[in-house]
């Protein structure tokens, strides 16, 4: 799906969204882009069907909450359709939107007896598509690489970015759009609190999976790589400060292993979503003691991947990464190397939840 269009259809005179897999700060902004166009067409309610939706951070929390409570100024609602289970029921539970945002578990029923303020308050076209007027280029992200250029999130205009996550072109622009786009401050803490919850407890079931049912094992192996590189781009993308402090503070050698073990899990994650399975990266061993657990299979080296339909900086990027796993990961055991990402994200963002609930009291 491109990045700057979101499918829909109309039921009953309302539009019903479909959410993409993955919401995050690389599409927050085309979901609220397509939300605020519905609002100002006339749209008071909307159904959001997010059945699709395998992640949501902090970032989209944020869309979601300032749309329905536009929708409710105006008499209407968002409707929230939610998958009966898995990571997007949970944190709506964990942060208590659940309670807040109406929810359903099939569109039909989000549809049932729609506020009359609900439907259109003013005749307005209804394109195929509705195309999201803010937000990143479409060719920002592709399968989690980065492209050469973005535009900045709050003056548009268009910079190289010199870190992987980077959505500013420059400090200031990005403590404005802190500034202005300051959320509920105890929603956005608490997401963040539950996804490092969910990182932990990731990391913790690794121990207790059963080493020859390896289809388990695998999917808990990637299910723990995808928290940590989203906890890691949470932090880096709207906690940079914090994030920084923390790592000025290590000595060299240890910050440089941090970055690589990061930048090699980040390999990881986009091996992942090139659909490759992960036991051409990960040598699972036989019964011996050291094979006991998961923890205790390492990481295999792997060739370079073909890099040349990516754009030059999209090439150095994955190209760094490649290097990374190759020094940091490979050869090395799966419980010390995703260990080593949590004892580093843990504190940051119990820091970072911290600062986010102290900001919000003193603006208020």
């Known amino acids: 799906m491109s990045v700057s269009k979101y499918p829909f259809q109309m039921a009953g005179g309302v539009p019903v969204v479909t959410a993409p897999a993955e919401i995050d700060a690389t599409t927050a902004g085309q979901l609220r882009a397509i939300l605020l166009e519905w609002h100002t067409r006339g749209h ?13 951070d902090s970032a989209g929390l944020r869309e979601l909450v300032r749309a329905h409570k536009r929708a409710r100024a105006e008499g209407g609602e968002l409707r929230l359709v939610l998958p009966a289970d898995g990571a997007v029921p949970r944190v709506f539970t964990f942060t208590g939107l659940d309670r807040l945002i109406p929810h359903f578990s099939a569109p039909e029923q989000a549809m ?24 990143p280029p479409a060719q920002v992200q592709q399968h989690g690489v980065v492209t050469d250029s973005r535009s900045c999130e709050r003056c548009g205009a268009v910079f190289v970015p010199q870190r992987e996550h980077a959505r500013f072109c420059s400090g200031d622009c990005r403590a404005a759009w802190n500034r202005e786009h300051m959320g509920d401050s105890a929603v956005e803490a608490s997401a963040l609190a539950w996804s490092l919850t969910a ?30 590189t989203m906890v890691d781009a949470t932090l880096v993308r709207h906690h940079l400060g914090v994030y920084d402090a923390v790592m000025a503070a290590q000595v060299p050698a240890e910050r440089r292993l941090v970055e690589e073990t990061l930048a090699g899990l980040r390999f990881v994650r986009n091996w992942i979503g090139r659909d490759a ?33 990516l754009p030059p900086r999209g090439q150095a990027w994955e190209m760094a990464r490649y290097r990374a796993y190759q020094a940091h990961l490979a050869g090395h055991t799966i419980g010390q190397t995703l260990g080593r990402a949590v004892t580093f994200l843990t504190p940051i963002g119990a820091n970072a939840a911290s600062t986010t609930v102290t900001q919000g009291k003193a603006s208020g």
């Open 44 to 56: 008071a309610t909307v159904v959001v069907d997010m059945t699709g939706t395998q992640f949501c």
């Open 112 to 135: 049932a007896q729609v506020p009359a303020a609900g439907r259109p308050r003013r005749p307005g076209p209804y394109p195929g598509r509705v195309t999201a007027s803010a937000g």
């Open 199 to 228: 990182m932990s407890e990731a990391i913790a079931r690794l121990p207790g999976m059963k080493i020859w049912d390896r289809s388990r094992a695998f999917a808990a192996i990637g299910e723990a790589v995808w928290w940590i």
């Open 277 to 309: 399975g992960l036991g051409e990266v990960i040598e699972a061993g036989g019964m011996g003691a050291g094979n006991r657990r998961i923890t205790g299979w390492t990481w295999k080296g792997v060739p370079e991947s073909a890099l040349a339909s």
